[in-house]
């Protein structure tokens, strides 16, 4: 059965599925979206133009859909999607999106830990872990599997490939490569996310491959279009077509790699290729 704390404060616009938890002091606004078997702890405020799947558990203190912090928002109806099956901890701000019946979206089975930020029009994919006080600013695009680490702060418009992983304390002003491992001030790339890539069961020849087209795209040639080419004579696999394509859609750039990494004996990579 549903439980509604009497002390929550809920408009009469707003749609609960079955089995919905809310707690004390939470205040839901109007058109706003809560999916069957979501708990919602103390001291929540949540919407307006909010919709939040299945099974998401959001802790205390979180804020869903408070206006975006963009000087060219002017209160235009704008959405927060959430999809199933997500853990936000306390205190994880969601803001909507900047521009008319645009939206923040994040996908299912993600798991938000305590004060981490999205800003507006960022989009997540699934299955992401974000560390405490990590921060999205705008418009950021996180692919699924993804692990950003705690207080790491990623800048507009940058995009975060599939299962890359962000070290701690990170600045990323670029493009994460796909499956790649980064980290610093600001981040640099250190080669693949070989425990990410094992944890997730690929294979020692998939996660070899990728290794190469991490070194091929680094080391082999000076421009991104070059690299893209030897790219492409590698086994078809969906994971190298997917790099691929990252890079080409890149418009920031894509994190150059760090002095440990640049140690490779780039003739010796060459003739080996």
């Known amino acids: 059965m549903t439980y509604i704390h009497p002390t929550a404060i809920i408009d009469e616009s707003v749609k609960l599925g079955d089995d919905v938890e809310i707690g004390p002091y939470v205040v839901?606004?109007?058109d706003t979206v809560i999916g069957s078997g979501t708990k919602i702890d103390a001291h929540c405020i949540i919407?307006?133009?909010?919709?939040?799947g299945?099974?998401?558990?959001?802790?205390?203190?979180?804020s869903i859909g408070a206006?975006?912090?963009?000087?060219?928002y002017k209160g235009e109806r704008s959405f927060v999607i959430i999809g199933d099956n997500n853990i936000l901890r306390e205190f994880v701000t969601i803001h909507r999106a900047s521009g008319k019946d645009k939206a923040t979206i994040i996908g299912?089975?993600?798991?938000?830990?305590?004060?981490?930020?999205?800003?507006?029009n960022c989009k997540l994919g699934n299955g992401i872990t974000m560390a405490n006080s990590s921060n999205l600013a705008g418009y950021v695009e996180v692919y699924d599997r993804a692990v950003i680490g705690g207080v790491v702060g990623v800048h507009q418009f940058v995009r975060i490939g599939k299962l890359a992983m962000v070290g701690a304390c990170s600045k990323v002003v670029q493009d994460v490569l796909p499956f790649s491992l980064v980290d610093g001030h600001p981040a640099k790339a250190y080669g693949i996310n070989v425990v990410g890539?094992?944890?997730a069961g690929y294979s020692p020849e998939i996660r070899?491959?990728?290794q190469k087209a991490f070194k091929i795209f680094y080391f082999s040639h000076p421009g991104r279009m070059k690299s893209i080419i030897?790219?492409?004579?590698?086994?078809p696999i969906p994971e190298i077509k997917e790099m691929i394509e990252f890079i080409k859609d890149s418009r920031r750039g894509i994190v150059k790699a760090a002095r440990e990494a640049l140690q490779w004996d780039v003739q010796t990579f060459l003739e080996n290729m």
């Open 28 to 30: 839901i606004k109007h």
């Open 108 to 120: 299912d089975n993600n798991f938000l830990m305590a004060y981490s930020h999205i800003a507006h």
């Open 197 to 199: 890539l094992r944890r």
């Open 67 to 72: 206006p975006p912090q963009d000087v060219r």
């Open 54 to 62: 299945n099974r998401c558990e959001i802790y205390g203190g979180c």
């Open 47 to 52: 919407g307006p133009w909010v919709t939040i």
């Open 230 to 235: 030897t790219l492409e004579e590698l086994e």
């Open 208 to 210: 070899s491959i990728l």
